[in-house]
């Protein structure tokens, strides 16, 4: 049997483990720069606020103090989220990390009634150990402990552990849940089958093989064997990435290139920071830039350019002087712009980034470039060492600047913001 912990609305949870005055109270946490919601309480489920809201259209909500706003703080929910981890990390030898508030795990030795108490206590230390609710769906497949957890999540008779142990209760499970929510599905695939009279993952369970062989082929072969009880999706392999994305949505609209020119350099440097920790290195650099799409009245431009590089490469000095160089073709001064970004494509483990027949580099400077982005992997985000950056980049972290009005405290990775008692 698979078990699924769900981390219940899991950026709420982490600003009320240490605001216990907003329990059953409406709250959001924003995406970057404040723009949209990304995390909702019950509470602001049942007022009608939606995935994905941009934050303006709250305001009448905020103003009246009926919702409760925050920014998101991503060191804050990344710490709690380990210690969730940790604690499934002790009860299982077989634990996998699905997102920051989800993971599968099993545990041998025990009957079923047993797994279920024991994933009971597992809620409750959860809660009382890090001040998280989580919920727990537990199924012969992954596919049916996600339906499962969603149960335990919406039904408070449950008490937080969904166990789908028989025909019975899959099938009507099953029958309760739309086909366009089964895991695997996605926003495409979904729209096709209820085309095709198919509205529940019943009816979707019920199809027979060839004509999922058919219409769905490998994929939702996989979802189907899976929902009719039998495993096909075994623990994901962390392939290295085929792309790499840093972008942002500027707090203000910006026209100068100067300004644009140390924010791209920024997101670069991110880009090639994450290549160096994953060991690897790209061959393409994209930039682009953005003006903001609702604002109609102005002019709308969304240009970007890609620079080839010779050799793949992971240095901030190359990275970004590729991402500099593609910005500088596409920038037009009589444009205000609200987005930019860059992303680092075509990549390579790094040991076979210097198998390249006809490599005019200067083998010296790769590697004077390589000590230096390896003490700016060290200084980035000590502050023991200083602020070691390239001089075209902005003095500070690259997300300075970005708008963080309702930002909470970093409760817990942070000895001048932790909690006082007085």
Known sequence: ????????????????????????????????????????????????????????????????GLLIPFSSNYTLYGDLSARVMSILAEESDHLEIYSIDEAFFTLEGLTLEDL??????????????????????IAPTKTLAKLASHFAKKYKGYRGV??????????????????????????????KLQSKGIKT?????????????????????????????????????????????????????????????ERVSDFAASCARKLRSE?????????????NRFREDLQQYYP???????????SNQEVVGAALQALKSIYRPDVLYKKAGVIVH???PQEEASQVLFDEGDPVLREKEAVLSALMDRAHGDPRLGDLRLAVQRKGHYAEGIRREHCSPLYTTSLDEIIKVY
């Open 304 to 314: 970007s350019a890609t620079i080839c590089l010779p050799r793949a490469e992971n």
């Open 346 to 348: 075509d990549i390579l």
């Open 162 to 191: 969904c166990l789908m142990e028989t025909e019975q209760k899959r099938r009507k499970a099953l029958g309760m849940v739309p086909v366009t929510e089964v895991w695997g599905i996605g926003r495409r695939l979904g729209p």
């Open 1 to 64: 049997m698979y078990a699924l912990v769900d981390c219940n609305n899991f950026f709420v949870s982490c600003e009320r483990a240490f605001r216990p005055d907003l329990e059953g109270k409406a709250v959001v946490v924003l995406s970057n720069n404040d723009g949209c919601v990304v995390s909702r309480s019950n509470e602001a489920k049942a007022m009608g606020i939606k995935m994905g809201t941009p934050f303006f259209q709250l305001d009448k909500y905020t103003r009246n």
């Open 201 to 261: 993952a019943l009816d979707l369970a019920d199809k027979k093989r060839d004509w999922i062989d058919e219409e769905l082929h490998k994929p939702g072969l996989c979802t189907w064997l899976e929902l009719n009880g039998e495993v096909a999706v075994e623990e994901e392999e962390h392939e290295a990435r085929k792309s790499i994305c840093t972008s942002r949505s500027f707090a203000t609209m910006l026209s100068r290139y100067e300004e644009l020119r």
């Open 116 to 137: 279920e108490a024991h994933c009971r206590a597992l809620v409750a230390r959860i809660r009382q150990w890090v001040g998280i609710p989580v919920s727990i769906g």
């Open 279 to 291: 060991g690897t290195a790209a061959r393409k650099v994209t930039t682009f830039i953005w003006t």
